[in-house]
């Protein structure tokens, strides 16, 4: 994962979820966004002030190799603008958009493991280091650097946790969302290894929510390979079991999981045997935070 | 979205999984027109499961006794639905009964193929039973070859149960499925295998890009209005429960953690509504405004709800319109609430003509400008309360929702 | 094997790139039921090009018009063939016509991506104005994107262009093509896009995996019957020429080592036919030696045929029964021959009645014995040469080939 | 590629074109021909004496890694077989059935590319290094060891050539045909690599036929990368042109190929051009390949 200022950005599509404010915000930030790409638009004007193309090829030809790309295009569009990213060499790619088909997820992580491409999302709000760069529609204002690293599924509550922290004077070191959808490129698994490894990172706060078995997965790791404190909050231990289909329970047990699998009592449970801290509250997570710092 | 029996087996001939002779019945003198000799099967087409338990499958010898039965079935509610349409199928003596299936299984986040060589398991405790085969790669029929030998297949009737998983599987990716089902399949012993009931699950996201499905679900919507609307819509995008206190958040994440604080401050959570995204099967292109609309006027309109509780932290689109929508919501209730509360005399409905509390949490400096303007006009309201402290926002919400003062009066009553 | 436009334009209309409202004429009175309104184009429906410049292709403002115009192109050879169909379709008015096509490249061994602002290119300059793109990997729209900006377009047209394209595509994998061209396609001003003329190329190794394609193949056999049926049966299974001597032999480049042989020793090859592959649109099961006896029977029918070159090293499935075929071959012809050249004293035609001579190179262990067997059978009979060594083979082929004593009769009596 | 006398090998499908004479034949010559696999007839019988099983996987499970596969299922199953050979970790593919679909084959090669497997074939008889293992259905008896290396896209010519050669006693290092499809795996290029370092090849006799343009790469490539001297042979010279459509001259123009491209003209001319000697019938490549091995 390149995550310096100096990395070259692009956007490739501009949804709903991606204003002339986010654009702005990330510039204002640093962060190195050389293009859009809006099929269609090219050449024709300058979109949020930044030179738009119709492919991510044209783009390369004029700015030479794109590290991340920022994916908003509409949800059917999206695994045509992934895979045209990876065609052009890009191996970072953020995706921005909610409502992905699932099976166009499969199909683009299938080519993303092949070509060893990192994606983060869908439904991300992508990945801020504060006070260095920002990927994504994180708002700053929220963040400010420190040791506290923040793994999430959400986009909000990922924002409602790092204000928390913020106005406790612990600031930020990475904050990033893996997306809230059912399949996602990137796990947990590997951005705590990210975490481990990132100098500035002393503690690590994993924000969960019901479906899945990304929390639990995590859990097992930190006993296993992680040397940095946890600390954990899962949204949903009050919400009723919304059933997917044999995603949660009955394919589980098929599969060898456990039955209570995708609910938010299995993820704190897994947490809890593994002795990570889970906050009830997101205004509790300062304070189990630097009870694991001491 | 799920899909009925008689629209799923439709799927299963076009794409060459052996199915019954069967036919459509949508009145009971229908069957006067069969062209299917009897005996023959009629069954209720209905959502959900446990369809032959309550009644809804039957097995009829002549016509009389056919349109007799068909009657019986049509006026039979099943999980509380009454089937539009009958499917009318040949009979089938099978020598056993397999189950197959195809499921996207989020956790490896790649489809499974499922096979059991019994039917009707019982998920729960069906781990032994029950094959699967994660689709690693892109499908090849060997996935389904690798299936049918885990399920203890040989020779010939190997091969015809993989030729069907390899069918069903095709109709998975063509028609972006999130699950799709055989149970059960029937099996002779001359290895001949017949597709005797279906189920599949469309993904509602990509309902869209399928015109004909699409038009499926533009007629199933019925099934979603009024308080349903709000329900179920996709991922955790609404949760419906009991309580007083009406939730709208922007991030499903967001939404689930002011539910739980609500519940952990004593409170009762009741519709819980996620603004982030439309309704994957609405047709009309939403803003978040319009969804935050939508979701007032519904709570409003909720007798069981005494207080909304709106949980805003920044990066809303349009911050602007979202809390014009507010007001306009706070202006229209304030105008209502007097002449409502001079006729409410006497009402036993305790909330008729009252608004709900709108407790608004706002946070972030997106929102200065808004929290300091509704600050304003909270002065003027008896409903409404601003906060930027999301834990003092949910105490409010919850200190204002007071018990109910009748219990189950239209049942007692 | 190609489709006739207006197939074409069905599968067009069913994915969803845009054509014109059109109607199949089986006769020139269907036009009296003609839905669409005047002006139409009436169209020749046959195979290959040139139609429009043969005068296959008219418009007409009136039914009286029209009915005299269909009489006249349903009477009109294009290239030696009449219509059975013609397609009469709305008048469109293009501002523009481009061309656009996707094609199997086998030296790149990729699907390429074709399109040009100008329709009817000549495709010997094409070379400057026709642009292509390469599908590497997976197709994904983007590579139509590639080319419409290739082709120099922009914004709402690039787009629209590009969606064609994608659905081109689209076709080209599902029915597995080896072309599929649009030429032209209209563009209008407001951009809006048209394929008024389309064509494909089923490839023919895939044509038994389409049912449908498959009734139309079985329909369209009939153009490659009797000698065509020894013709340009796939990747050199066939070839056709006008010489005296046949040659059979197991493998495209024997066969064509053979026929080269032939030439340079001044002989004419006649009809090559490769034995290894059965033709891909054969619907029943063939084996060599199926395919042996069916080639012997078609070249002995032929009457420009004088000598059967067979060109046999080792390695043919089943050995023995190729040799019983040749065996049986010579013992019938041996049979017809002696009553034959009593009655064709006279006989204007030389060849009549007279089999073609036999030369069998046969090579390998494998047939040994064969060797010996026909070296036995070679003494009784008139017709039959058995030699091992091909150079040898071949200077004999050429040696009995004499010049026809008379030439082109039919044209010149 | 692995190509020594103790490389595990199986065959998946038992068509027209693979005989029992051809297994034993395989068995014979030495060949470590372990299993075939036969969808639906695994354990049934010993089929041509070979152990049949259902998967390439119930192979592996019992025998270990598997070096190579001859497939020989029916034409429409080639890419099945091709791909769960690959999912098997099996990175030699011959394929000796004929009529694969092309765009299967192009759907097999993305595949093979991204998985670096070497895929020969199809509509080819396969590989054989005289006196040491046999891959395919060449029939070894117009084999013999030797320095000369054969490389063809034909199947009977191939061995016609062999044959010419043995009577002449210059005997053989090895002989592929990468096959007569107008889509196949392996190159010639690939082939004059392995030949050219490959030590008992003192002279390469290349074999072409008219379609596509693999002898024309083959010319560039012997000028530009082969020290070893090469002979060839073109046959159908005289053979009328088989328009496929727009493969030869016409799309050849369209993305800059010379019109004359894929005829058999071509392919001499190229070879004449980099002084590569182009025997007239097959009798004559023995005395050519004398003359280049002086």
Same mark, same amino acid.
């Given at each position: 994962?390149?995550?310096?200022?100096?990395?070259?950005?692009?956007?490739?599509?501009?949804?709903?979820?991606?204003?002339?404010?986010?654009?702005?915000?990330?510039?204002?930030? +640093?962060?190195?966004?050389?293009?859009?790409?809006?099929?269609?638009?090219?050449? #024709?004007?300058?979109?949020?002030?930044?030179?738009?193309?119709?492919?991510?090829?044209?783009?390369?030809?004029?700015?030479?190799?794109?590290?991340?790309?920022?994916?908003?295009?509409?949800?059917?569009?999206?695994?045509?603008?992934? *895979?045209?990213?990876?065609?052009?060499?890009?191996?970072?790619?953020?995706?921005?958009?909610?409502?992905?088909?699932?099976?166009?997820?499969?199909?683009?992580?299938?080519?993303?493991?092949?070509?060893?491409?990192?994606?983060?999302?869908?439904?991300?709000?992508?990945?801020?280091?504060?006070?260095?760069?920002?990927?994504?529609?994180?708002?700053?204002?929220?963040?400010?650097?420190?040791?506290?690293?923040?793994?999430?599924?959400?986009?909000?509550?990922?924002?409602?946790?790092?204000?928390?922290?913020?106005?406790?004077? *612990?600031?930020?070191?990475?904050?990033?969302?893996? +997306?809230?959808?059912?399949?996602?490129?990137?796990?947990?698994?590997?951005?705590? #290894?990210?975490?481990?490894?990132?100098?500035?990172?002393?503690?690590?706060?994993?924000?969960? #929510?019901?479906?899945?078995?990304?929390?639990?997965?995590?859990?097992?790791?930190?006993?296993?390979?992680?040397?940095?404190?946890?600390?954990?909050?899962?949204?949903?231990?009050?919400?009723?079991?919304?059933?997917?289909?044999? #995603?949660? +329970?009955? *394919?589980?047990?098929?599969?060898?999981?456990?039955?209570?699998?995708?609910?938010?009592?299995?993820?704190?449970?897994?947490?809890?045997?593994?002795?990570?801290?889970?906050?009830?509250?997101?205004?509790?997570?300062?304070?189990?935070?630097?009870?694991?710092?001491? | 979205?799920?899909?009925?029996?008689?629209?799923?087996?439709?799927?299963?001939?076009?794409?060459?999984?052996?199915?019954?002779?069967?036919?459509?019945?949508?009145?009971?003198?229908?069957?006067?027109?069969?062209?299917?000799?009897?005996?023959?099967?009629?069954?209720?087409?209905?959502?959900?499961?446990?369809?032959?338990?309550?009644?809804?499958?039957?097995?009829?010898?002549?016509?009389?006794?056919?349109?007799? =039965?068909?009657?019986?079935?049509?006026?039979?509610?099943?999980?509380?639905?009454?089937?539009?349409?009958?499917? @009318?199928?040949?009979?089938?003596?099978?020598?056993?009964?397999?189950?197959?299936?195809?499921?996207?299984?989020?956790?490896?986040?790649?489809?499974?193929?499922?096979?059991?060589?019994?039917?009707?398991?019982?998920?729960?405790?069906?781990?032994?039973?029950?094959?699967?085969?994660?689709?690693?790669?892109?499908?090849?029929?060997?996935?389904?070859?690798?299936?049918?030998?885990?399920?203890?297949?040989?020779?010939?009737?190997?091969?015809?149960?993989? @030729?069907?998983?390899?069918?069903?599987?095709?109709?998975?990716?063509?028609?972006?499925? %999130?699950?799709?089902?055989? $149970?059960?399949?029937?099996?002779?012993?001359?290895?001949?295998?017949?597709?005797?009931?279906?189920?599949?699950?469309?993904?509602?996201?990509?309902?869209?890009?399928?015109?004909?499905?699409?038009?499926?679900?533009?007629?199933?919507? $019925?099934?979603?209005?009024?308080?349903?609307?709000?329900? $179920?819509?996709?991922?955790? %995008?609404?949760?419906?429960?009991?309580?007083?206190?009406?939730?709208?958040?922007?991030?499903?994440?967001?939404?689930?953690? =002011?539910?739980?604080?609500?519940?952990? @401050?004593?409170?009762?959570?009741?519709?819980?509504?996620?603004?982030?995204?439309?309704?994957?099967?609405?047709?009309?292109?939403?803003?978040?405004?319009?969804?935050?609309?939508?979701?007032?006027? $519904?709570?409003?309109?909720?007798?069981?709800?005494?207080?909304?509780?709106?949980?805003?932290?920044?990066?809303?689109?349009?911050?602007?319109?979202?809390?014009?929508?507010?007001?306009?919501?706070?202006?229209?209730?304030?105008?209502?609430?007097?002449?409502?509360?001079?006729?409410?005399?006497?009402?036993?409905?305790?909330? %008729?003509?009252?608004?709900?509390?709108?407790?608004?949490?706002?946070?972030?400096?997106?929102?200065?400008? @808004?929290?300091?303007?509704? =600050?304003?006009?909270?002065?003027?309201?008896?409903?409404?309360?601003?906060?930027?402290?999301?834990?003092?926002?949910?105490?409010?919400?919850?200190?204002?929702?007071?018990?109910?003062?009748?219990?189950?009066?239209?049942?007692?009553?």
């Amino acid at each position: 994962m390149k995550l310096t200022p100096d990395s070259k950005v692009i956007i490739q599509g501009f949804c709903e979820y991606i204003s002339a404010t986010h654009v702005a915000q990330m510039k204002a930030y +640093g962060t190195n966004l050389v293009a859009g790409v809006d099929p269609g638009f090219g050449g #024709q004007e300058l979109l949020y002030s930044l030179p738009v193309f119709d492919l991510v090829e044209q783009v390369i030809e004029r700015f030479g190799v794109i590290d991340t790309t920022i994916i908003c295009v509409h949800p059917y569009q999206v695994l045509d603008a992934a *895979l045209e990213a990876i065609a052009s060499g890009i191996r970072q790619i953020i995706i921005i958009s909610p409502g992905v088909p699932p099976l166009d997820m499969v199909q683009l992580l299938r080519k993303a493991e092949a070509t060893e491409t990192l994606v983060v999302g869908p439904n991300s709000p992508g990945i801020i280091v504060p006070g260095k760069i920002l990927l994504g529609i994180q708002p700053n204002e929220f963040y400010t650097p420190g040791p506290v690293g923040i793994l999430s599924r959400s986009t909000t509550l990922t924002y409602e946790i790092a204000r928390e922290l913020t106005q406790a004077a *612990l600031g930020q070191s990475i904050s990033v969302s893996i +997306g809230s959808d059912a399949v996602v490129g990137s796990s947990f698994i590997q951005w705590l #290894q990210i975490l481990d490894e990132d100098e500035t990172t002393q503690v690590i706060v994993l924000v969960g #929510q019901p479906g899945g078995g990304r929390e639990e997965e995590a859990a097992r790791y930190i006993i296993e390979a992680i040397d940095k404190p946890v600390v954990a909050y899962i949204a949903g231990t009050k919400a009723p079991p919304v059933q997917h289909w044999r #995603q949660t +329970g009955t *394919l589980a047990a098929v599969v060898g999981r456990d039955p209570d699998f995708g609910t938010a009592q299995s993820k704190v449970a897994a947490l809890n045997a593994v002795r990570v801290p889970v906050a009830e509250r997101p205004s509790q997570i300062p304070e189990l935070v630097r009870k694991v710092m001491r | 979205m799920e899909l009925l029996e008689y629209q799923v087996k439709e799927w299963f001939g076009k794409i060459g999984i052996p199915v019954l002779p069967s036919q459509r019945i949508n009145h009971p003198t229908d069957l006067k027109r069969l062209k299917i000799s009897y005996p023959v099967v009629l069954k209720s087409q209905v959502y959900g499961g446990g369809r032959a338990q309550a009644g809804g499958v039957k097995f009829v010898e002549t016509t009389i006794d056919a349109i007799a =039965t068909a009657h019986n079935i049509f006026n039979l509610p099943i999980s509380g639905e009454l089937p539009e349409v009958l499917l @009318a199928e040949a009979k089938y003596e099978a020598d056993q009964e397999f189950y197959l299936g195809v499921v996207l299984d989020s956790a490896v986040c790649r489809p499974v193929l499922l096979g059991c060589t019994e039917a009707d398991v019982e998920w729960e405790s069906a781990g032994d039973k029950m094959q699967h085969v994660v689709v690693e790669q892109e499908f090849s029929p060997f996935y389904a070859r690798r299936l049918a030998l885990k399920m203890g297949l040989h020779g010939v009737l190997m091969q015809s149960v993989s @030729a069907v998983v390899e069918k069903m599987y095709r109709l998975f990716v063509e028609q972006d499925l %999130d699950l799709i089902e055989i $149970n059960p399949l029937g099996i002779k012993v001359s290895g001949e295998v017949m597709a005797l009931n279906g189920s599949v699950n469309v993904n509602e996201r990509a309902i869209r890009r399928h015109p004909d499905i699409a038009e499926i679900a533009k007629k199933n919507i $019925n099934r979603y209005t009024s308080s349903e609307t709000i329900r $179920n819509l996709g991922d955790w %995008d609404g949760i419906e429960l009991n309580g007083k206190i009406g939730i709208l958040g922007n991030g499903a994440g967001s939404v689930m953690a =002011t539910l739980d604080l609500v519940a952990n @401050a004593g409170g009762k959570p009741g519709v819980c509504i996620n603004l982030r995204h439309a309704s994957p099967i609405e047709t009309s292109i939403t803003t978040f405004s319009s969804r935050l609309e939508e979701a007032l006027k $519904n709570l409003a309109a909720d007798k069981s709800i005494q207080v909304i509780l709106i949980n805003f932290l920044s990066s809303i689109a349009q911050t602007e319109d979202a809390i014009e929508v507010i007001e306009n919501f706070i202006q229209q209730h304030k105008n209502e609430i007097k002449p409502q509360f001079s006729r409410s005399n006497g009402n036993k409905n305790r909330r %008729d003509g009252q608004s709900p509390y709108l407790v608004v949490r706002l946070a972030g400096s997106e929102f200065n400008e @808004a929290r300091k303007h509704l =600050t304003k006009l909270q002065t003027q309201s008896d409903t409404l309360i601003v906060l930027e402290n999301l834990d003092e926002a949910v105490a409010k919400a919850v200190s204002l929702a007071k018990p109910t003062t009748y219990k189950k009066l239209s049942l007692n009553s």
